[in-house]
């Protein structure tokens, strides 16, 4: 089984930054889609953002484009959620995500299309 690992949050004011951190074991992270989820209090987990295999195709929820910025380091199986201009909205928890063989252009965007998920990780932004 794959193991992700999130790591990197915290409680930040509104407008501040956190960078979020998810580390993969296995030798199957170079070959699988990475996303980004997110649960705030009495929510559905939502879509937030996603990475394609070779890191060149994005995409990213309207909620969050143009202040998120995902990444990926396969040579650490690694992905990175940098998050800027937080907003109280953005409380949750954050979970990491793995699509085995994904697609080096598509990114998947429903829960459903993801095989392993992360503990999560808690993102508390203050007004």
């Known amino acids: 089984q794959v193991q992700l690992v999130e790591s990197g949050g915290g409680l930040v004011q509104a407008g501040g930054s956190l960078r979020l951190s998810c580390a993969a074991s296995?030798?199957?992270?170079?070959?699988?889609?990475m996303g980004w989820f997110r649960q705030g209090p009495g929510k559905e987990r939502e879509f937030v953002a996603a990475?394609?295999?070779?890191?060149?195709?994005?995409s990213y929820a309207d909620s969050v484009k143009g202040r998120f910025t995902i990444s990926r380091d396969n040579a650490k199986n690694t992905v990175y959620l940098q998050m800027n201009s937080l907003k109280p909205e953005d409380t949750a928890v954050y979970y990491c995500s793995a699509k085995v063989e994904g697609s080096p252009l598509y990114t998947p965007r429903r829960v459903y299309e993801y095989d392993y998920w992360g503990q999560g990780t808690q993102v508390t932004v203050s007004s």
């Open positions: 296995g030798r199957t992270f170079s070959s699988s889609t």
């Open positions: 990475i394609s295999t070779s890191g060149i195709i994005r």
